[in-house]
């Protein structure tokens, strides 16, 4: 008896010892003076002010996971990790039908993942804001009422969202201080269209504060709430694209199955080019808004960010639905296959318009080449030289009135404010801490006299351009689609409300990577998956940020 009290004792006191020696802690790190004194001409061109922000405590978000991740081994997280880092949903739906994979051990991986790399002074990308204290249990849930059929479902499977996308149980702050306390909320509609096909919301991504329209010339990727979102294939060297930083950023590097992204006019498109995943912005009405926080009912929707097409078409299908309180769902057929016939896609015949400016990137016309040898019918043309005239005002004027719709009716009723000047005066009162670079947007929206019979004509002249600079090519040529680069002509897809897929396409010579956009008309998010799909089994390009492997 007393030998077996003495191996007890034993192991009460190695257990006692490891967690002593082991813990995870999250260091402040102070890395805005590290940035200071290089001279590294892109980090004076971004004029990076803070990175770590003064707001967000990551040893309170892993808290409720101790227990849990202790028992969770390095040696477990490698002999996961061939199984799910880079690995799209059918594949790892897959994993679990065999027995591989349960979904507790890949909610388990990705918490320790995340962990691992936000921990450390030199890795940190700081592109995550918040983690769902519940996952852990959730995903036990969803291991034991598992259903038959998965491999092409979300179910199980931990997504991240933007950090302007309701969820209950976790705070929705768009990045701002104002927001801190916006804790209790309903799921954005997209949100319980998520969990209704079994998807677990893993936690929020960081964003550029207020969605990218909040402070004039400031890094992307900033917000107070969050900190400095940092791009893995060139931390402090390129910039990760915006609004949707975070999202974009936790996906290139394995954070996550997937994550929501939302976009005015290139906040998924510029996020995910930059850095090497597939996003897709549909036509404005295929996705409802509703709970999100916004720029502009005119031009908002949400989208899937993800590491492949296969996955997106996946990720848009459980999002859609008709939404009562999003008018401009009320027509969308729900019923559409993403997936029929998209592993049996060609390219061969479509007919693809290549803007003529675009072949002096030799990138870019390196992989026209490639859909031309292919069988893709390439024509050229010069797009019409038309202005977007009045587009920031559409912008101020639909924030001055959006913005306090959804704070009366899908935010945390416990919050004070009400409107922009509100936000602005809250911001007065510590500035270098809650608005470090200015915020002459917000300032831009209250000072904007514009009526709203004079933003009438401005919307419907704005269309009307977005149109005409598509359509001209697209009728004349009988085009399938535009190529373009990125987010290069976001802002006319914008205002025309057509739908955009950017699949990656290469590196620069830095390691900067490029991606290939494709635009078509309205609720053709069909057809561009079907284009992504088989433009990335000829590219096969996008690789892994070589530090985060």
């Known amino acids: 008896m007393k030998n077996v009290l003495v191996i007890i004792a034993i192991l009460f006191l190695s257990i006692s010892c490891k967690q002593k020696e082991n813990p995870v802690v999250f260091a402040a790190f102070d890395e805005s003076v590290e940035i200071d004194e290089q001279q590294n001409h892109e980090i004076d061109r971004m004029k990076f002010k803070l990175i770590q922000s003064n707001y967000l ?4 978000i892993f808290k409720p996971f101790e227990e849990d991740l202790f028992y969770f081994s390095e040696n477990e997280y490698q002999n996961l990790l061939p199984y799910i880092i880079e690995k799209d949903i059918p594949s790892i739906q897959e994993s679990v039908a065999n027995g591989i994979l ?39 849930k969803k291991d034991k009422d598992k259903p038959k059929d998965i491999k ?50 893993l936690g929020k991504a960081n964003l550029s504060e207020w969605a990218y329209y909040f402070c004039d010339g400031c890094p992307l990727g900033y917000s107070a ?69 916004p720029i502009s009912s005119t031009l908002d929707t949400p989208g899937p960010m993800t590491k492949s097409v296969i996955d997106n078409a996946i990720f848009l299908a459980a999002m859609t639905g008709v939404d009562n309180e999003d008018v401009t769902t009320l027509n969308v057929d729900a019923k559409v296959d993403y997936l029929k016939d998209l592993t049996s896609s060609t390219i061969k015949g479509k007919r693809l318009g290549v803007i003529k400016d675009l072949l002096s990137d030799s990138i870019y016309k390196k992989n026209v080449e490639l ?31 959006d913005l ?21 005066q809250i911001n007065l009162e510590d500035s270098i801490q809650r608005a470090p670079y200015g915020q002459q947007l917000f300032e831009g929206i209250v000072q904007d006299s514009t009526t709203l019979d004079e933003l009438e004509v401005i919307k419907s002249n704005l269309n009307t351009t977005g149109k005409q600079f598509f359509d001209e090519p697209m009728d004349s040529l009988n085009l399938d689609a535009v190529l373009s680069i990125n987010n290069y002509h976001a802002g006319f897809a914008a205002v025309a409300k057509y739908p955009c897929l950017t699949v990656p396409m290469g590196y620069e010579k830095s390691g900067e990577p490029i991606s290939l956009t494709f635009i078509a008309k309205p609720f053709q998010e069909q057809k561009l998956l079907q284009l992504g799909y088989a433009f990335e089994q000829l590219s096969k390009v996008r690789k892994q940020p070589k530090n985060y492997k």
């Open 152 to 201: 092409y479902s979300l179910y199980g499977l931990p997504i991240l969202l933007k950090d302007n996308v309701n969820t209950i149980g976790i705070p929705t702050t768009a990045g701002a201080f104002a927001l801190k306390e916006n804790n209790t909320t309903d799921d954005a509609f997209i949100v319980k269209k998520l969990k209704e096909h079994g998807a677990l919301i």
């Open 102 to 140: 349960s979904y507790e051990k890949i909610v388990l991986f990705y918490l320790y993942r995340i962990r691992k790399f936000e921990s450390s002074n030199e890795l940190a990308l700081h592109s995550i804001i918040a983690l769902n204290p519940n996952i852990v249990e959730e995903a036990r």
């Open 371 to 401: 859909l031309k040898n292919s069988g893709a019918i390439l024509i050229e043309f010069e797009p019409l030289q038309l202005q977007l005239d009045g587009f920031l005002t559409l912008l101020n004027i639909d924030m001055k009135y």
């Open 57 to 60: 405590d990551m040893n309170a």
């Open 404 to 424: 306090p719709k959804y704070l009366n009716t899908y935010a945390d009723k416990s919050l004070k404010i009400k409107s922009i000047e509100d936000i602005i």
């Open 225 to 293: 709430v969050g900190g400095q979102t940092l791009n893995p294939y060139g931390r402090k060297i390129f910039e990760t694209g915006g609004s949707s930083s975070g999202s974009g950023v936790s996906v290139a590097v394995n954070y996550a199955v997937a994550a929501v992204g939302t976009e005015t006019s290139g906040s998924i498109l510029s996020p995910s080019s930059k850095n090497s995943v597939v996003g897709l912005k549909p036509t404005i009405g295929l996705l409802s808004r509703s709970g999100i926080v």
